[in-house]
């Protein structure tokens, strides 16, 4: 027995049906060159995933649709067969306009459409919103070969495997019992830190409890808050790797699923994939949108360096514009260590004082500010006058505002509305500090690409004199591991307070001000995902609302 596949990882966009399908037909054309008898493609290949409300509409259902019949037309003559995800339009008492598929086709004929059974509500994922689940799963034949056929999910339910399930039906067990040879899984899994592993461990359990090779193709790319990492596996019937696809990339592996020898998966650097991670969600999130270049406000700070070179390596130096905007406090050394960093990186940099304006704004509001004391507000003028700047040269210069807020900022409300969180994507809104710092260091490893004066500064926003981040926040290594247990794994302070050996004060501290900072999060730009539980769609909690800490 024996059939040669191709996992064919592809980046869709969503609606682009033309150019999905290009990317599909190109695919699988090289897939049937080099002797693949079975091309695999990820969930929802056709139309992008996720198509979010795009799926209520009939129109583009009816687009999916049409693509697959061309798929099939077009593919009427390879040799290999095309096993493609998409949705469909809905035929279900349950009301749902859609269902996510999986269609086989071979030689101008659709051999199964399977349906996704197990749809997804939880962090990122709302797919009981839109698809009508299926009722049963059916193995089909190839070539002699049973092939049952998963999407995502419909194999993440797995009893032996997981603690505590989150479905009561397994769809792989309903299949087994149909005595498949191989089983396929079509996946659009998004990365966060750890997952590589996790998705590696649980198909490799699946098959070793069932007997039978497993492939798993996924997406690759970024679409608007979410990153696929792509990492599409084969294993054998042991669990033994045979056959990976690279990361952050697309491409095509070949692999023979009851033959090919075990290999040994490379060793995953999660700072490498965080930072690769946001690389690639940034060039697509501008690509994607149709624009070319971007704007970065470059303060001689960590943050603004790390989204300058994580821009330059996105969407290519001459597309990223740095701009300086001193205040009457920024010190020497961050015009200079702003002019070091577009030097090492090789973007322009421009200087726009903005002490003059400062002092136009303050005069202006002297008649009703009169006997105030000097506080925050002057801070927050700072930093709404730079956000003013800056959304005037995106218009002017067609380019997207990269916001440079980290993790923790964001997380305690350390940010300005209409000021620093003025953009079009947070590309570092889900990375604390410290993580900040470790893919700085990781990125000096070869040449100095963020200035060791920037790295070795104390964090401060430098809108009144020596202000340092310690004036109103703990340090960062002390900050961040509070914020990741009270933000992504829902600890309780008293918890975390014996957990990390810190008082409980300081953390009910931190607490109210995640809490109270909820109405600005909301209003920021879109957060590309990088960890379990980011700031977005996936972490959903009022605004108005008291919180007892």
């Known amino acids: 027995m024996g059939v040669k596949l191709a996992l064919a990882q592809i980046n869709p966009t969503v609606g682009d049906f033309t150019g999905n399908l290009d990317k599909i037909v190109e695919a699988s054309r090289r897939a049937a060159e080099r002797g693949a008898r ?162 590696r461990e649980m198909l490799a359990a699946i098959a070793r409890r069932d007997g039978i090779p497993v492939v798993m193709c996924n997406q690759v790319g970024g679409n608007d808050s979410l990153i696929f990492d792509g990492s599409s596996l084969a294993f054998n019937k042991r669990g033994e790797v045979i056959a990976q696809a690279p990361s952050f990339e697309e491409g095509l592996v070949i692999v023979d699923p009851f033959g090919s020898a075990p290999l040994v998966p490379p060793i995953e650097d999660e700072t490498e994939a965080a930072y690769r991670a946001v690389v690639l969600g940034t060039r697509d999130y501008v690509r994607k949108c149709g624009f070319r270049k971007v704007l970065v406000a470059l303060s001689g700070g960590i943050d603004s360096a790390l989204v300058a070179a994580i821009a330059a390596d996105a969407v290519g130096p001459e597309n990223v514009v740095g701009v300086g905007m001193p205040s009457p406090y920024s010190s020497r050394g961050s015009i200079e260590d702003s002019q070091q960093l577009a030097a090492n990186l090789g973007i322009p940099f421009h200087v726009i004082g903005i002490s003059d304006l400062f002092k136009e704004f303050t005069r202006a509001l002297e008649p009703m500010f009169s006997g105030c004391k000097v506080d925050t507000t002057e801070e927050n003028l700072q930093s709404r006058i730079r956000g003013v700047l800056l959304m005037a040269l995106s218009n002017k210069f067609a380019a997207l505002v990269l916001t440079t807020g980290n993790k923790s900022e964001m997380a305690v409300g350390y940010c300005t509305l209409y000021g620093d969180m003025v953009g079009a994507l947070a590309v570092i809104g889900d990375l604390v ?117």
């Open 38 to 199: 079975l091309t695999v493609f990820s969930e929802l290949a056709v139309c992008g995933y996720p198509p979010a409300d795009l799926l209520e509409k009939p129109s583009f259902l009816a687009q999916c649709k049409a693509a697959v019949g061309e798929l099939t037309e077009i593919t009427r003559g390879l040799s290999t067969a095309v096993l493609v995800g998409t949705a469909l339009p809905a035929v279900s008492e349950a009301g749902k306009p859609a269902i996510n598929a999986a269609v086989l086709i071979d030689q101008g004929s659709v051999l199964l459409e399977q349906h996704k059974r197990l749809l997804p509500f939880y962090d990122v994922f709302d797919e009981q919103r839109y698809f009508a689940a299926a009722k049963h799963q059916h193995v089909v034949e190839l070539d002699g070969v049973r092939l049952a056929i998963s999407i995502c999910e419909d194999a993440w339910n797995d009893k032996h495997f997981w603690p505590r399930r989150l479905y009561s039906i397994d769809p792989m067990e309903e299949l087994m019992l149909q005595r498949p040879d191989l089983h396929v899984n079509l996946s659009s899994s998004p990365f966060w830190h750890g997952k590589r592993a996790l998705r």
């Open 433 to 549: 500090k410290t993580r900040v710092y470790a893919i700085c260091n990781w990125l000096n490893r070869v040449r100095e690409v963020i200035p060791h004066s920037i790295l070795q500064k104390p964090p401060s926003a430098e809108l009144r004199p020596d202000q340092k981040d310690t004036d109103s926040l703990p340090p960062y290594d002390v900050l961040d591991p509070i914020l990741e247990a009270y933000v992504e794994r829902y600890e309780t302070p008293e918890h975390i307070a014996e957990k990390y050996g810190v008082a409980l004060d300081l953390v009910r501290q931190v607490v109210r001000l995640v809490e109270r900072s909820e109405y600005k999060r909301q209003q920021a730009a879109p957060v590309l995902k990088v960890t379990a539980k980011s700031f977005g769609s996936g972490r959903r909690f009022p605004i108005a609302v008291k919180v007892q800490v």
